[in-house]
Every structure is written in structure tokens, then in C-alpha cells.
């Protein structure tokens, strides 16, 4: 059960990074292809969320 703690936003579709809610880095979907599951490339934390430029703004400052 990888997709335990992916945290989709329905109403971002168009969103193609990501963050891990761990190490705080964000990537996108293209680097989580050459993973085994969808988690985080720099930590393997499954926990990450979608984001968009928006909400990055909010995150930056962690
Ligand atoms: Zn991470």
C-alpha cells in the first residue's frame, strides 16, 4: 500500500511538482518515474503532497 500517504489534490491535475512533507524538497513527477513507487527521490519518504505556485510561496519558508 505505497499510495497510503500520497496526498492528492483533486482540484490540481495541472500540478506536476511535488513536495516531500520529510525533507521538505520539492520535485516532479517526472523524477518519481524512475522510482519503484511514488515517493520522495531524495529521502523515500511516501509521504508528499502536490503543490502549486500558490502554495509554494507557504512552503518556501520551512
Ligand atoms: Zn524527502
Redesign the pocket.
Known sequence: MSYVGFMVNELGLEVKHYI?M??K?RFSWNEMLYLPGIR?P????RIIAKTRPLVAKRVKAI
Open positions: 516531500c520529510r525533507c524538497r520522495c531524495y529521502c523515500g519518504q
